[in-house]
């Protein structure tokens, strides 16, 4: 599989960004599976920010619950992030991911190369 994100950017604390991550050479169809989020600021652990199944049902990362929503498209095989009331320490590559079962579960082999979000 491969992911490709786009969408990130540098934006002022408040203000607000939507990731997209498109998929494509999938061995099973797009809307059969889950996708994540995930960020990694420097010098800081990988955090879960939001996860999605292939029945539309999400979980969010503590940190960004309530400005962040995930959501995806099927027939443009596309998962996005919205993101609202950005903070500072919302700062951090952003990448998705496939997850294994809608838990924050990530497929080792399926991430995409990031896009940076900076807030200031």
């Known amino acids: 599989v491969q992911l490709v994100e786009s969408g990130g950017g540098s934006v002022q604390s408040g203000g607000s960004l939507r990731l997209s991550c498109a998929a494509s050479g999938l061995s099973t169809a797009f809307n059969s599976i889950c996708m994540a989020w995930f960020r990694q600021a420097p010098g800081e652990e990988r955090e879960e920010v939001a996860v999605?199944?292939?029945?539309?049902?999400?979980k969010y990362g503590d940190t960004v619950k309530g400005r962040f929503t995930i959501s995806r498209d099927n027939a443009k095989n596309t998962v996005y992030l919205q993101m609202i009331s950005l903070k500072p320490e919302d700062t951090a590559v952003y990448c998705c991911?496939?997850?294994?079962?809608?838990?924050?579960?990530?497929?080792?082999?399926?991430w995409g190369q990031g896009t940076q979000v900076t807030v200031s």
């Open positions: 999605i199944d292939s029945a539309g049902t999400t």
């Open positions: 991911v496939r997850d294994l079962n809608g838990m924050f579960s990530p497929e080792a082999n399926a």
